[in-house]
């Protein structure tokens, strides 16, 4: 609405000198826990501000404060769908991938249960999956079938094929692991649902054949993937897929459910008719253009990015498992994420060894922060069959886009001390 | 994390010459359409950066990024505790208003329903409750009761009276209309529920009584009245209060629900263990210190800004009757909001008006912005009896912290001129 040049002239200053200061008073933090979460990037911060400033509107109001946040959110929802190489109709904001793979699994659940009550998940799914299926399973009378993993970290796509019925509705398996970053054959999983809704076909008969044949989606949770790997829909071959926006350098608070076409669900949260009805809600067009913009640099970025990390995590999981003797690395060593370094002492004790690296100024994790409040034994770890003292002596170290080789020596020095040190 | 003075000393300087800015630009711009969100109040912006760049870590993590995130979302949690004379475990932070609403009715008909299935609501409450009300109706076997609401737009509390059941669980009455303004009898319905569940425990013994007499439970949508009324729920009485930042110049996509210790609710988005597991999702601690900034803000000056606004609000509602013919205000003109006009013309389209005055940099609205969209005569206006023309024939204009007594004379000159060629 307003040319504010000024401001932003000032605003890209404030950004350099800050980087700088940062920079400076920051070089004893080393953050290694970008599965956790990571920090905004700077150009996503200003595309936040800029809106926060400029299109605050309700995008529901008909007038030009209103439209104007409007345009904001449906240029955004272009953006988004290119990436994905989809429509922009099938793209729907969320406040989290919590809350797109609540919306996926209950919105499934509840529209389909007429064509069936069976769900198939895996053990290792992120909690929002999870915890979801449960309620189903507790409320509402579904029946969930959880695919065992095998001891690399990777769902076998033949399992799936065994466990689909003919009442199941929904399968719903992450793009990679949130802990152990191994990365599953999802167009493998697509082709065998292909198979299958084509053997339905040949069974039913009738005027409902349509939906019933339909009636077997394929959910993936992308949410840790989104920053590494290929998102686009055709390639995968899924029906719904869950974003976020915290692990890709943009705003916390911020989600997208890529929903094909013609696929009904029951809503999430109702009101206002936001979202096509399916998730009520005045919504901020700030952090929707902030998701944007971070999913835009992390695709433009992808290749580069995950040349520079893969060389890096290598480097860094040799190192570590030639210096410390009983160090296993958790998750097959090629099929993960170029930024996940997911490792097993023995006779250590992980949560220790986290807060012994904090003391020293570096960030890393043990489980995932989705269940850090929890002292059972992480059950990604479980579902490859680690034994309760690998799963206790385990460590996550994530890599970002701030990670030098110079922080990885410097950390791997830390490391040899302080197994040691709690080995004693 | 770091003392980044210089970052906000230019950040101040940014502020005032994009104010000063803005102010030399945007003078032909008149917003009046405050009910229908509030533009994010400066003071406020500047908490909200402040977190963006200092707090971006995952709440959930041990490590001290995580650390510094969970403090300030639990100061938060203290700060609007204290402005509404609660515990600081009484707040649950959500994405919005409409979410919070969702959260205390699915949450506690799905927790309470072994009590009974009976919910009393009102003819004209916002969406948000109505649908998440007809949902329970319609897929989980609750009865909903719809009380009517008198002329004048007040509900009778005696109504309330008349409509509780043995079975009844939940009251759910808005604070203050968003269309019409006018502002319910809380402190006093709450009186009745108060009665009636001594009677109750009269009736009941054995040892399931306290759990039972307990089961009658009120939740009051404040999001609109947030601005204007008094928030001690102490003196309010309820059990349950939603409210959200898009209304009190806070933060788009931010919410909290109050919840009176000991009531369960059933979680709305389930995963990790976040906002005492009812509210699972990375939050994101910008946005809730924001929301708590612009309440705690909201909290301070209330007095004052109610006094001026209602000073405008009688000042425009006069000239508009005197100047104007066949025009009649909406809802009491008393117990209603500082800020609320709402009125219908005879012989006018509401819709034409406010297309009309937004070509002139004015914006109003007509029903609320949640509605927008449709084209069904706004079900607040039904409800209070209003005839189709003059539903057709309504504007709201709602007033806020930038409005002025200029602002107010330009739009109602050009009020008349409108009518008169609307008229025509």
Chains 1, 2 share one sequence.
Not at 48 to 66: M, P, Q, T, Y
Not at 124 to 147: D, I, M, T, W
């Amino acid at each position: 609405m307003i040319e504010d040049l000024d401001f932003r002239y000032n605003l890209e200053l404030n950004f350099k000198i800050s980087e700088l200061l940062i920079f400076i008073m920051s070089k004893k933090q080393i953050y290694l826990d970008y599965a956790g979460t990571t920090p905004m990037d700077p150009r996503v911060e200003r595309v936040v501000l800029k809106h926060l400033r400029e299109s605050w509107g309700n995008a529901s109001s008909v007038h030009e404060i209103g439209r104007q946040a409007r345009k904001v959110i449906e240029d955004s929802r272009k953006t988004v769908a290119k990436v994905l190489g989809v429509k922009s109709e099938e793209i729907i904001f969320t406040g989290s991938g919590t809350e797109s793979a609540n919306l996926a699994i209950f919105g499934v659940a509840r529209a389909y249960k007429k064509y069936g009550k069976h769900i198939i998940t895996s053990k290792f799914e992120h909690p929002a999956v999870l915890r979801a299926c449960q309620y189903l399973e507790q409320n509402e009378g579904f029946k969930v079938s959880h695919l065992d993993v095998s001891k690399n970290g990777i769902i076998n796509p033949e399992s799936v094929r065994r466990a689909l019925r003919p009442d199941t509705i929904l399968v719903s398996i992450m793009y990679a692991n949130n802990e152990i970053g191994t990365i599953q054959p999802i167009a493998a999983i697509s082709k065998i649902l292909k198979d299958f809704r084509d053997s339905r076909r040949l069974q039913v008969t009738g005027y409902r054949l349509q939906m019933y044949e339909k009636a077997l989606l394929f959910h993936t949770d992308a949410c840790q993937a989104a920053g590494a790997l290929n998102l686009n829909i055709n390639q995968l071959g899924v029906d719904l897929m869950t974003l976020n926006g915290s692990k890709i350098y943009g705003p916390k608070g911020t989600g997208c459910l890529y929903v094909r076409r013609n696929i009904e669900l029951a809503p999430q949260i109702v009101g206002g008719s936001q979202e096509r009805g399916l998730r009520a809600g005045t919504e901020n067009p700030a952090l929707i253009a902030g998701f944007t913009e971070a999913l835009k640099i992390v695709d433009k970025n992808r290749a580069k990015e995950n040349a520079r990390l893969t060389e890096l995590r290598d480097y860094m999981i040799g190192q570590i498992l030639k210096t410390i003797p009983g160090g296993c690395l958790n998750g097959d060593a090629i099929k993960r994420l170029p930024n996940n370094i997911n490792i097993s002492f023995k006779d250590t004790d992980g949560e220790m060894l986290m807060l012994a690296f904090d003391q020293k100024g570096i960030q890393v994790s043990t489980g995932s922060a989705c269940t850090s409040t929890s002292t059972e034994p992480s059950h990604v770890l479980k579902a490859i069959g680690l034994s309760d003292e690998l799963a206790k002596g385990n460590i996550r170290i994530t890599l970002g886009r701030q990670t030098k080789k110079k922080d990885i020596d410097y950390v791997l020095k830390t490391l040899v001390s302080l197994v040691k040190k709690l080995r004693k």
